[in-house]
């Protein structure tokens, strides 16, 4: 509910406040002005993190790998290391998924990026919001959690081809319904993307991807896909 408000905020929604009721079920509301009073949202905040956001992304880093002795060879594979990191920046993209996480930190007070290597091989940085990761509260730091649950949106024939997955399971899923698992971050898209441009009958159409929840488990220091 916190980042449902702070991202309403954020986009100049500034009057409204968090009432609790029944089965602990939390419903906004807005409080009630003197008559003749009309408020008027000032969206400083919004600007204050777009400011810093474009100082510490104003310019690319410069890579700077040093050998560890003077022998030829361990300065040769020192440069081709630098500019191998300068081409990584700008291949996977790194600086704008780098950014998206700073900003979540800004606004949530947390942000993930996961880097590793896929089942073909490949090396990839992926940007996940608050919304999509799920582990033990109260902790300080990731090494700390005993679990992590990841929601990804994948497409059916990404599970097919995905060695990981129960491919019998995988051959009966069937296309998502809506488009976030947390019902705050589902309430976010459907009010920033309005329902009335869909044909009746239709809503789904086009969709051809599922909401996963890959549970990973810590076990020695080592997590293991669940």
């Known amino acids: 509910m916190r980042w449902y408000i702070v991202e309403r905020f954020l986009e100049g929604v500034h009057f409204e406040r968090e009432i609790e009721y029944k089965e602990g079920q939390v419903r906004l509301t807005q409080p009630k002005f003197v008559k003749g009073v009309k408020p008027i949202p000032i969206p400083r905040v919004d600007k204050q993190v777009e400011t810093i956001l474009n100082i ?3 310019n690319k880093p410069v890579w700077k790998v040093y050998p560890l002795t003077a022998e030829p060879d361990a300065i040769q594979n020192a440069e081709k290391i630098t500019d191998f990191l300068d081409v990584l920046w700008d291949v996977l993209d790194i600086q704008k998924k780098i ?17 590793g290597i896929d089942f073909e091989g490949n090396l990839f940085i992926e940007e996940y919001t608050p919304w999509q990761i799920y582990h033990d509260v109260g902790i300080e730091d990731l090494n700390q959690t005993r679990f992590l649950i990841k929601v990804v949106k994948k497409t059916i024939e990404d599970l ?12 009966e899923l069937k296309p998502e319904t809506k488009e976030a698992i947390s019902t705050y971050q589902e309430a976010r898209f459907k009010e920033k993307f309005a329902q009335s441009i869909q044909i009746p009958g239709k809503e789904n159409e086009g969709k051809n991807f599922i909401l996963v929840k890959e549970v990973w488990i810590k076990e020695n220091g080592e997590w293991y896909l669940g």
């Open 56 to 58: 510490l992304f104003a």
């Open 99 to 115: 950014k998206k996480a700073t900003k979540s930190a800004l606004c949530f007070n947390v942000g993930y990026l996961e880097v």
């Open 160 to 171: 097919k081809q995905n060695p990981n997955y129960d491919q019998k399971v995988v051959s």
